[in-house]
């Protein structure tokens, strides 16, 4: 059976997380969840208006609100816990109740590991690990089963791979990476010579460095550098699928989102957005704060932030068909028009 | 050597899966192919009208064939097994030569399996793998090699996890659910709250619950949710490399094609088809029997059965670099048409 | 400490390679690098026309260059070599700087090893590797830790697979193979047959055929065939995220770039280039010598050689916006376009 979650009292998460507390401190607190399934020991959150309505039938024993919803909410019956950014405070009240048991420190008997190898005393290397020469293991750091190692790869101080995770070969990870599991950091570029009637490989000399506090999604690729290295600054998140080809930099606090794909040599500033499914080309700079929506192709560099996309938008097929027909015929019809107009002076 | 595989005979092939016989039930049947490569002791079939052609040609024993290429194909030397629906007909009779080895049930020596884990004794735990604590495994089921199963994971009745499968937590597979190499199910949904100037981790307590008769494709991965469950309902058919974010809950009996990824939070009907490639931004609402074909990407909820798309046709990129550069200003040349028809107010 | 890596006299590199020298043989080479970034022990290079005012100021030692541009650097103070592709000559001399350690013969004693395998001597198997009944492992071929031969599976002569690799069942892989981590070769099929109201799954009974020198990328799926095998040619290079479902046939000698994808039955012919992200729906038929661009969707065969694209260009997303609304009306615009013309008999 598993045992009842610990409880903290409102006031007492109120207070240590210095929100604003409208009712009562003693209401004992044991998660959190969505406004609507929210039960009367549990914490919910307003922070996308479209729920704003269910802030008037929650059953949760608290919500935390911004500063608007809080003075429109005045007379509720639930009580609130008022914050400047309602998201952020709400991420930080549901870590207390994430029950993550992290793994003792030491040396799964199964996992294989190199003699020139330097694992710290306070890092766990989970079953069936293989952690190759020269590899450099940081204190607190988690490695979980089945991850190999590559020779010379460092994992940085309480950094964490989850589970199957491999890092090939010159790759180092800051602090406090996350890396979800079949991640693969550090496997060749694509770097390919045509020699008259067949393909060369081009070795891939570069690394792969990762800077603290980066996540890294399930099943993502980031490939090491043809000469130099492949680089994420601090802070990049990127999502599950995502596709990072060689020499690849992007820019601190950047995130990306699923099965997004960057081609080699790109250059991704700081603070970026990019979307589901998007794709760079190769040898592009994209600037500071630059929004990509989903699925779109970014074919030039990108100088001034703000938000792009490419694409059309979804229809039923039918009608789609006949458009999609006239695009295949748009410059004509365009040349079409302005003939016309050109036909006609007095227009 | 390979054996001679099993020969059965035709009539005991088309008593068993109820099917009419136009022909010699004593003809021995090894296995089944297509018309153009059949041998004379296998079965084709023929359900795809642009193949009808090969009925004449083909050596193949017997052809499975609809009641109207039955009556058309009336003289022809080829045996006819006629059914109703002639690809159901063939996926049955092609599960007769199947030779897939079940492995024996026990636990292979090289797994590592949690004293708390509940492992059936007619399932099998394959080499490498590893049990995590609190663990179900059911009756019958197959965890192959370089499984790594989390806590409090559940793997139902008749189960198969081909091999390299990552179960991260808080994962419940239904009963013969059939999981394919690489894929992940379970790991933290991409949740992030920007605060000030970085990110932060949303946790992720939710879970993911896959109903029966499930299959999930190769390097496949299903988030689990924020605070609720990911779900996908009975009979949900993944293909390979699909991105099932966080919340999103996915109806009965629909499939979806390899590289599609949906967004979080997204419910989709029941019997969708969903194409290879296909995007579905995050919080939206797709009805039952919707399909979206290949690389559309579906940015507002559909609430009508029917087939969706988006994108333009694949030409020459000669003449689609004219066409593309002229959408850049469709707007303009749509405003200079509406503009022209006003200033000619007797059309 | 990383001892100093082994120098090369710049004229043992030119006659190895076959390059003309214009500078000093004696001059010593420790490794490759970009102009930018070179040290004097080290070669760069120029291939790319927009790098070619680094050829004044970098500090490489030489500079391997095409006819033409040594003849306009005459009169320069760094080295060059000359060669005819300068990339493929570059390709050639980094090879020199690889410090690949190949794992010694042998078979680890963690993995876990079919009596009825058959494994080369030359061969080494990596820890906890798993190589199942009746599996071929050819000489000097090389099975990375983490991998999974499933049954009757045969890695050719010389072939490597770096780590975590998964051939299901029925997988051939000629010589000289390369496969990344996270692969998985020989999957189900996504084959299903819609029996009224639930889906049954066909039997994959086919296999898949690598050629010699074929390159697998990171996390690339290429699934079995349902009857008969899917085939790569020789010489096919496969970038990470590909999916390749079964039955697809791919020409010799032709590159998909990352993240593509190609359905079911789909034949590419030889020598083509398919760019990142880009979609061939089944059944077709590509000619050889094709360009796909990044991104692009295939939705009819294509007979003749020469480069393809569909998609529109990205743009500001508040103009991209305008014009997306007239997309969905551009059948309509056209119509428009064309009554207005024979409504004027006269122009």
């Known amino acids: 059976m598993t045992p009842l979650p610990r409880a903290f009292a409102l006031g007492e998460i109120a207070e240590r997380f210095g929100l604003e507390l409208k009712g009562d401190p003693a209401k004992p607190i044991r998660g959190v969840s969505t406004l609507a399934s929210a039960a009367d020991d549990q914490i919910g959150f307003l922070a996308n208006p479209r729920y704003r309505s269910q802030l008037a039938t929650t059953a949760a024993a608290a919500v935390i609100v911004g500063p608007k919803d809080a003075s429109e909410a005045d007379g509720r019956q639930t ?85 199957r995770v491999v890092l090939v070969g010159r790759v180092r990870l ?5 890396v979800h599991p079949g991640a693969v950091i550090g496997a060749d570029g694509f770097g390919l ?5 067949h393909w060369i490989k081009v070795p891939q000399l570069g690394g792969v460095v990762i800077g603290d506090d980066c996540e890294i999604g399930a099943n993502t690729t980031i490939d090491r550098g043809a000469l130099e290295d492949t680089v994420l600054e601090e802070d990049v998140r990127l999502d599950n699928q995502i596709q990072i080809a060689h020499n690849v930099r992007i820019g601190a606090h950047t995130a990306i989102a699923g099965c997004a ?79 016309k107009n050109k036909g006609h002076p007095h227009e």
């Open 193 to 197: 010579a045509f020699d008259r009637d």
């Open 79 to 163: 009580s609130l816990l008022v914050a400047g950014e309602p998201y952020v405070a709400f991420a930080r009240v549901a870590s207390l109740f994430e029950h993550e048991r992290p793994p003792a420190p030491g040396i799964h008997p199964t996992a294989v590991t190199a003699e020139s190898a330097h694992i710290a005393a306070t890092a766990s290397i989970g079953p069936h690990c293989v952690i190759e020469d020269g590899a450099v293991i940081e204190e607190g750091a988690v490695i979980g089963p089945h991850c190999a190692i590559g020779p010379d790869c460092v994992v940085g101080t309480q950094s964490r791979l989850s589970a």
């Open 174 to 178: 800051g602090r406090r990476v996350l």
């Open 261 to 339: 794909a960057i081609a080699g040599s790109s250059r991704i500033g700081r603070y970026c957005l990019i979307g589901g499914g998007a794709g760079i080309i190769g040898h592009l700079t994209i600037a500071d704060r630059v929004t990509i929506t989903a699925m779109s192709l970014v074919t030039h560099s990108i100088r001034e932030p703000g938000e792009y996309s490419s694409g059309t938008p979804i229809q039923e097929s039918r009608l789609w068909r006949r458009n999609a027909a006239r695009f295949k015929h748009l410059d004509q019809l365009a040349r079409h028009v302005a003939d």
